[in-house]
């Protein structure tokens, strides 16, 4: 058998456009946890510092001080949360059934609703706005997680993923007597493993980043969220960059750990995917 010819150039070629790929990546992740480390003065300063500071301790101090982050830190981690697991659960039961079942008029409702993916989110701010404010739910936290809970992205994912699921399966579920909500629990979701981890990191994702929506229904500052108390710590006289910078960083922290949780079923999604028996 013939061995492969190999390519050195190209192989330098790859290596380096990788390496510069992950410097672009990497560079901003390490200037924001160096800059957590300075003060305000020390990051503006030219050229701007490289290595680690001591001002670590009194940028938390201060974050802390100004706006109570550990509490902040709380909300986004609960909000985040149970945003995550209602909407993970509507969307998959929504996507379920859209894949699945076949009635009158489900073509045009799965337009109608893909039609939330082209609709910019600022023309529903003001209807849902009213919507909170007869509710009473305004600075609340089921006003932040209520209203995007059936996401349209979230929807779509699920039923494209669960479209492939084999329907003489599913007859045969139901032939031995298997309930509707025991097959979609049983029978559907454990080969969706690899869809739910991306569907719940990414409902994770929106809900944490997520600042228009909560800058709108938080009113008290116990109830605020991370970028939203970030947001509110920029002062139009002076600015401590470095409390935010420290701020940032830490919320940078449970996105890293939501992903390597998930990392796995990524990987083995790929790899069932990638394998043609």
């Given at each position: 058998?013939?061995?492969?010819?190999?390519?050195?150039?190209?192989?330098?070629?790859?290596?380096?456009?990788?390496?510069?790929?992950?410097?672009?990546?990497?560079?901003?992740?390490?200037?924001?946890?160096?800059?957590?480390?300075?003060?305000?003065?020390?990051?503006?300063?030219?050229?701007?510092?490289?290595?680690?500071?001591?001002?670590?301790?009194?940028?938390?101090?201060?974050?802390?001080?100004?706006?109570?982050?550990?509490?902040?830190?709380?909300?986004?981690?609960?909000?985040?949360?149970?945003?995550?697991?209602?909407?993970?659960?509507?969307?998959?039961?929504?996507?379920?059934?859209?894949?699945?079942?076949?009635?009158?008029?489900?073509?045009?409702?799965?337009?109608?609703?893909?039609?939330?993916?082209?609709?910019?989110?600022?023309?529903?701010?003001?209807?849902?706005?009213?919507?909170?404010?007869?509710?009473?739910?305004?600075?609340?936290?089921?006003?932040?997680?209520?209203?995007?809970?059936?996401?349209p992205f979230g929807i779509f994912l699920m039923r494209q993923s669960m479209a492939g699921l084999p329907k003489e399966l599913l007859d045969s579920g139901r032939m031995d007597g298997c309930g509707e909500f025991r097959l979609f629990w049983r029978v559907a979701l454990p080969p969706m493993r690899p869809a739910l981890a991306a569907?719940?990191?990414?409902?994770?994702?929106?809900?944490?980043?997520?600042?228009?929506?909560?800058?709108?229904?938080?009113?008290?500052?116990?109830?605020?969220?991370?970028?939203?108390?970030?947001?509110?710590?920029?002062?139009?006289?002076?600015?401590?960059?470095?409390?935010?910078?420290?701020?940032?960083?830490?919320?940078?922290?449970?996105?890293?750990?939501?992903?390597?949780?998930?990392?796995?079923?990524?990987?083995?999604?790929?790899?069932?995917?990638?394998?043609?028996?």
């Amino acid at each position: 058998m013939t061995a492969p010819i190999r390519h050195p150039g190209r192989s330098i070629l790859l290596t380096s456009g990788l390496a510069i790929a992950l410097a672009a990546v990497a560079v901003p992740f390490y200037w924001l946890a160096v800059g957590a480390t300075h003060s305000s003065q020390e990051i503006f300063d030219s050229p701007p510092p490289l290595l680690p500071g001591g001002h670590l301790a009194a940028n938390l101090a201060t974050l802390q001080e100004s706006a109570d982050f550990g509490r902040v830190v709380l909300n986004s981690l609960g909000i985040a949360t149970v945003y995550t697991l209602l909407a993970g659960a509507v969307c998959t039961l929504a996507g379920y059934g859209f894949a699945t079942y076949r009635f009158r008029g489900r073509e045009a409702l799965f337009g109608l609703l893909m039609l939330g993916l082209v609709v910019p989110a600022q023309i529903t701010l003001v209807p849902l706005f009213k919507m909170m404010a007869e509710l009473h739910w305004l600075n609340t936290y089921q006003a932040v997680i209520a209203p995007n809970l059936a996401l349209p992205f979230g929807i779509f994912l699920m039923r494209q993923s669960m479209a492939g699921l084999p329907k003489e399966l599913l007859d045969s579920g139901r032939m031995d007597g298997c309930g509707e909500f025991r097959l979609f629990w049983r029978v559907a979701l454990p080969p969706m493993r690899p869809a739910l981890a991306a569907l719940a990191l990414f409902l994770f994702l929106y809900q944490w980043n997520d600042f228009i929506w909560p800058l709108i229904v938080l009113r008290d500052s116990a109830t605020f969220t991370i970028p939203v108390a970030l947001a509110s710590l920029q002062g139009l006289d002076e600015t401590d960059y470095g409390a935010i910078l420290a701020g940032t960083a830490i919320a940078a922290v449970p996105m890293a750990i939501v992903f390597l949780a998930l990392q796995r079923h990524f990987v083995s999604g790929l790899l069932a995917g990638a394998v043609k028996e």
